[in-house]
């Protein structure tokens, strides 16, 4: 295990809606440079833990720390601003714009005075296809809509996205859901060179099989509780499965 301080730490983070108990003092550390699973089964917690992390949901209880300093985000602009991007399922792209808009949505480029607002098309253009394709292999169309690209393009462009403007960690929630076999191993190698570029990366994913595949190490959230984590190398799937399901549990406690 390596010896590196944590870039993200959440400490016994809590969160409920309602009578609903969400999160019960759950704790997770992701380690700089690596690829970290999140499993669990539907209801676990996942997407409220990851909504904590980026911003969008403020704890109850517990703590967080990014690159070293107290975090205490309390909007997703502010998570974005120290580093903090998020891939969701639906990917948060607008269809009818083009490639390169949606890589600039919210972070515009305008050329002359301020007051004018006149956005700088040619510069965007040239500058989101060399931001992509510090990712991508072969960069979608820059001027096509993101509509009129295949389900795994789309995907794609959203992670690259996430990590062409500079974050230290992407949050990626389901992020080959509903993919082919083919798109699902083409948006894997985009997560593949995030990371050789030294961008660490949160996942969120059902697929075991693609868990094991990316991930260097694995957290198992279960009934809004942080069950472990394990190594990826030195785990295998049916232990990951006991506990998810709970039987780990109750073969330990008999």
């Known amino acids: 295990m390596t010896t590196a301080e944590p870039l993200l730490r959440a400490h016994e983070i809590s969160k409920s809606f309602g009578p609903v108990v969400a999160l019960h003092d759950v704790s997770l550390d992701v380690m700089p440079g690596q690829i970290t699973g999140l499993v669990g089964d539907n209801g676990a917690g996942k997407s409220t833990l990851i909504k904590i992390i980026s911003g969008v949901l403020r704890p109850d209880a517990g703590t ?40 600039y949505l919210g972070r515009e480029a305008t050329v002359g005075p301020a007051f004018l607002h006149a956005l700088d098309k040619r510069r965007m253009i040239i500058n989101a296809g060399e931001m992509l394709a510090r990712f991508v292999k072969n960069v979608p169309p820059i001027d096509e809509p993101v509509e009129a690209l295949s389900g795994g393009q789309r995907q794609i462009v959203a992670i690259a996205r ?56 694995i957290w198992v959230l279960r009934r809004g509780r942080m069950i472990g984590h394990r190594e990826t190398k030195s785990t295998r799937p049916d232990e990951i499965v006991g506990m998810i399901t709970g039987a780990a549990q109750m073969a330990q406690a008999r």
């Open 64 to 103: 967080i720390h990014f690159d070293g300093k107290p975090a205490d985000f309390t909007s997703p602009a502010e998570a974005r601003a120290s580093g903090i991007e998020t891939v969701y399922q639906d990917l948060a792209l607008v269809g009818n714009l083009s490639v390169w808009a949606n890589v």
């Open 162 to 217: 996430a990590g062409a403007w500079g974050s230290k960690l992407i949050l990626m929630d389901e992020p080959t859901a509903a993919l082919g076999i083919a798109e699902t191993r083409a948006v894997e190698e985009v997560i593949f060179g995030l990371r050789e570029r030294g961008l660490t990366i949160l996942v969120i994913s059902h697929n075991l099989d693609q868990i094991f595949r990316v991930t260097d190490q």
